[in-house]
């Protein structure tokens, strides 16, 4: 992207200058898909990746083709991903390669097969929080964007120690958003988060250790058949597999209301823990036979 005389565009994020490749231009377009086949799927040997970014197109930058700005902030995304999938089609790479996108439209489906909910907070709340990840996942499912999953235990940390006030992730978040996305998930993905030192891993205590590990056996063992189902009818039928409870319900008015609730398929529901210290919560049971998946009452 460039200004009107020319120059190259570049805009600021934190530490970095960084511009937008114009895929108006063919010769662009060609340029990074070579970079991905030749060093994503070539000398790196990547099996897949964070289609990262495609949302900063700005309002007043020019273009090869001359398109309008405000059109081609809304389409960048498509580009974005359409290119990527286009290098991994060339490259004979179609059927094993997993790239995932936060940035989209309902135009995104056809081009990204994996989203993910963007940079939370590593709170409980449903602003930005585990919370936030849950409602992201069911309305974008409800949107079209049918797979989908969030960092675990959150990304972004806010650390103003003079200030008084801190934003990091506590083993109790942490735990809760295993046991959530487990559930919730097609991928189970766990991040360092933007400042590692301040947030608590998955490998700072063997307990939590051995707590992360039992809950990605249940997803990629126990729940792995079950699972490939739910894709494989989102990818035959555009139906996600993580559903509000008004998609199974829609004539439950009860559950029309629900926002902490989920279903996982039409078979399981869940409802996670969104408040710290908290070891109990009230859950809605709408119409039917219903068994604890842990305790089996």
Same mark, same amino acid.
């Given at each position: 992207?460039? &200004?009107?005389?020319?120059?190259?565009?570049? !805009?600021?994020?934190?530490?970095?200058?960084?511009?937008?490749?114009?895929?108006? $231009?063919?010769?662009?377009? %060609?340029?990074?898909?070579?970079?991905?086949?030749?060093? !994503?799927?070539?000398?790196?040997?990547?099996?897949?990746?964070? &289609?990262?970014?495609?949302?900063?197109?700005?309002?007043?930058?020019?273009?090869?083709?001359?398109?309008?700005?405000?059109? $081609?902030?809304?389409?960048?995304?498509?580009?974005?991903?359409?290119?990527?999938?286009?290098?991994?089609? %060339?490259?004979?790479?179609? %059927?094993?390669?997993?790239?995932?996108?936060?940035?989209?439209?309902?135009?995104?489906?056809?081009?990204?097969?994996?989203?993910?909910?963007?940079?939370?907070?590593?709170?409980?709340?449903?602003?930005?929080?585990?919370?936030?990840?849950? !409602?992201?996942?069911?309305?974008?499912?409800?949107?079209?964007?049918?797979?989908?999953?969030?960092?675990?235990?959150?990304?972004?940390?806010?650390?103003?120690? &003079?200030?008084?006030?801190?934003?990091?992730?506590?083993?109790?978040?942490?735990?809760?958003?295993?046991?959530?996305?487990?559930?919730?998930? !097609?991928?189970?993905?766990?991040?360092?988060?933007?400042?590692?030192?301040?947030?608590?891993?998955?490998?700072?205590?063997?307990?939590?250790?051995?707590?992360?590990?039992?809950?990605?056996?249940?997803?990629?063992?126990?729940?792995?058949?079950?699972?490939?189902?739910?894709? +494989?009818?989102?990818?035959?039928?555009?139906?996600?597999?993580? +559903?509000?409870?008004?998609? %199974?319900?829609?004539?439950?008015?009860?559950?029309?209301?629900?926002?902490?609730?989920?279903?996982?398929?039409?078979?399981?529901?869940?409802?996670?823990?969104?408040?710290?210290?908290?070891?109990?919560?009230?859950?809605?049971?709408?119409?039917?036979?219903?068994? &604890?998946?842990?305790?089996?009452?």
């Amino acid at each position: 992207m460039k &200004h009107d005389d020319g120059s190259a565009y570049l !805009m600021n994020s934190v530490s970095i200058n960084f511009a937008m490749v114009d895929f108006t $231009n063919p010769e662009a377009r %060609e340029w990074v898909k070579d970079m991905i086949k030749e060093n !994503m799927l070539g000398e790196a040997g990547a099996w897949g990746w964070m &289609h990262d970014f495609g949302e900063y197109v700005p309002l007043d930058s020019t273009t090869f083709d001359g398109a309008d700005p405000f059109f $081609n902030h809304n389409d960048y995304p498509r580009q974005w991903a359409e290119v990527c999938r286009e290098a991994i089609a %060339e490259a004979n790479r179609t %059927e094993d390669i997993v790239y995932f996108m936060r940035s989209g439209s309902t135009l995104s489906p056809q081009d990204t097969g994996l989203f993910w909910m963007g940079d939370q907070m590593p709170t409980f709340d449903q602003y930005d929080g585990l919370h936030s990840a849950m !409602m992201g996942l069911l309305n974008g499912g409800l949107s079209g964007l049918t797979l989908g999953h969030s960092d675990i235990g959150g990304y972004t940390t806010v650390y103003y120690l &003079h200030g008084g006030f801190e934003y990091v992730r506590s083993k109790e978040l942490l735990e809760r958003w295993i046991e959530m996305n487990t559930f919730s998930d !097609m991928m189970m993905r766990t991040h360092p988060g933007l400042t590692p030192a301040q947030m608590y891993q998955v490998w700072d205590d063997p307990e939590t250790t051995d707590f992360f590990a039992k809950f990605v056996t249940i997803h990629s063992k126990v729940l792995k058949e079950y699972k490939l189902n739910l894709m +494989r009818l989102a990818h035959t039928e555009g139906q996600a597999p993580t +559903r509000a409870l008004l998609v %199974e319900f829609p004539d439950d008015a009860e559950a029309r209301k629900i926002q902490d609730q989920f279903m996982l398929g039409e078979d399981l529901m869940m409802a996670p823990v969104f408040k710290s210290r908290q070891k109990k919560r009230n859950v809605y049971f709408p119409k039917g036979s219903w068994t &604890h998946y842990f305790t089996k009452q």
